[in-house]
């Protein structure tokens, strides 16, 4: 459902009646001419101090800086003549999920510096490192002193953002905008199935009862480009449906494969270029290799790279066949509309054998200060179970941000949402070219009915939130939602 006006930052209603009207304006606004006008801002969102790293059970406490973080702000506005159409502001931010209410509380930071603005239309999404700081309170325990805690690096964290956005949003000039599709193959699903029909992440691929991968891989890179009037490269999404979890285990900062991916474009296409990372559908995906790991290393040492290198020198391969493409239709006059719904989804039951099970093992975690992130991820099981007990569970509010950009459509989500769900949206959607954009939130792992069925972490219920009957009823919805942005197709 269409998202109604601000009520407040925490809660928004919504309303069929409303999403009767703006299906039925669909057409007339995406027929008229309207002038793109784009906007960028680039800023540091590193810690100057040693910071608790997300993304890992253990506790991990950053040694260096290897690589800047970064949040990339890129505003978005169509007009005919003086009259508005429809805007956006996406950010794209090396962490590992969007947490602590950030995104609420940058639309309230920047409620009066943004005049014209319809702040709802701001998503911030994550790239995943595992090398970037903590942002929440209370989830690993932490030395007493010579750190950064996550309070005051969220507050820093808060201020570069919002600025990001406001400096975005101020620098809007006209534009052009293209679209792209390159292949390089970035993502391995990481879930292995044994003969008895269980499955693991990471498990061994090598053992006499391994039976091969779970799911699918998404080799597809789509990319947009945009322009200044000038014809000179000002900005680049580029949308890759795996994590950038190459360094995952490292106690550095580190923006993973984006910081080479940027570095190179840079260097190709001048130092100002922005470069947004998108995260696809993903849950089940790793860059990790899986099998063949002896050979592909053998051939990555004979030419000289990293793995890091050989990563970014596919995506930038990838991004270049996009761009010999699209720089051949520049467009400056094209459908945008943005969307932003609250869709309910189920969420996933607790058995009580799990319940059982993991009671008995957050008494031991207890016990042991270096269990406590393990701990207080199980702990959130025993809560779930007993509010269903007693009836106070209530769906899960998503939001989700459905946007039509000529003939591009981009969707978010904020899981690590399983691959095959984004292949469905692909599929199923009348765009051109489909941008699945999730981890915009927190991120817990939403797996399909195969995955639920062969358990292992990201499949049980520790690790989602929401179960794949939610998962299938947010991609059903977010298909419709897309679609009705193509009405006459």
Not at 242 to 264: K, L, M, N, Y
Not at 300 to 322: D, F, K, M, P, Y
Request: charged share 20%; proline share 4%; net charge negative.
């Amino acid at each position: 459902m269409v998202r109604t006006p601000r009520l407040s930052p925490r809660f928004r209603s919504t309303t069929l009646f409303l999403l009767a009207i703006a299906v039925s304006s669909f057409g007339a606004r995406a027929s008229r001419a309207s002038e793109l006008y784009v906007g960028g801002s680039t800023v540091s969102i590193t810690p100057n101090q040693p910071v608790p790293l997300a993304g890992q059970m253990r506790t991990r406490i950053s040694q260096e800086a290897r690589t800047e973080i970064t949040a990339t702000a890129l505003a978005i506005e169509t007009r005919d003549g003086d009259q508005v159409i429809d805007q956006a502001v996406m950010v794209s931010c090396d962490l590992a999920v969007i947490r602590g209410g950030l995104l609420d509380k940058v639309r309230e930071r920047l409620q009066d510096e943004m005049p014209g603005f319809d702040l709802d239309k701001i998503f911030i999404s994550a790239t995943h490192t595992h090398t970037a700081p903590v942002v929440l309170e209370g989830n690993y325990h932490l030395p007493e002193e010579g750190i950064m805690f996550p309070r005051e690096y969220f507050a820093y964290l808060l201020e570069q953002v919002s600025q990001a956005v406001k400096d975005a949003w101020n620098s809007r000039q006209p534009a052009q905008v293209g679209w792209g599709l390159g292949h390089a193959v970035v993502a391995y699903n990481r879930r292995s199935v044994y003969a008895d029909g269980h499955a693991a992440m990471y498990g061994s691929t090598t053992v006499p009862e391994f039976r091969g991968i779970e799911g699918y891989e998404d080799h597809g890179v789509e990319v947009l480009f945009f322009w200044n009037p000038q014809d000179e490269l000002i900005a680049t999404a580029i949308n890759v449906a795996c994590p950038a979890q190459e360094v995952e285990g490292d106690s550095s900062i580190d923006a993973d494969f984006w910081h080479p991916v940027r570095e190179t474009l840079r260097e190709k296409y001048g130092n100002e270029l922005l470069v947004l990372g998108w995260i696809g559908a993903a849950g089940d995906q790793s860059p990790h290799l899986r099998f063949r790991k002896q050979a592909e290393d053998r051939m990555r040492e004979l030419r000289g790279l990293t793995r890091l290198e050989e990563i970014s020198a596919r995506i930038v391969q990838a991004w270049e066949t996009a761009y010999t493409g699209a720089k051949q239709e520049k467009h400056t006059n094209v459908p945008f509309i943005h969307q932003v719904h609250t869709f309910q989804l189920p969420r996933r039951e607790v058995t009580r054998q799990e319940y059982d099970e993991t009671k008995a093992v957050v008494a031991k975690m207890l016990q042991d200060p270096v269990q406590h992130r393990a701990m207080v991820w199980n702990r959130d099981v025993l809560d779930r179970y007993e509010r269903q007990q007693a009836g106070t569970v209530e769906p899960f509010l998503a939001e989700v941000h459905t946007i039509r950009l000529g003939d591009v459509a981009i969707a978010t989500n904020e899981f690590e949402l399983f691959t095959q769900f984004g292949i469905q949206m692909k599929a199923r959607c009348k765009a051109l070219q489909t941008f699945v954009v999730q981890l915009a939130g927190a991120g817990t792992y939403i797996p399909t009915p195969q995955a639920a069925a062969g358990g292992g972490y990201s499949a049980v219920a520790a690790s989602n939130e929401v179960g794949h009957e939610g998962g299938q009823v947010l991609t059903d919805e977010t298909i419709a939602a897309l679609n009705s942005l193509w009405p006459d197709n």
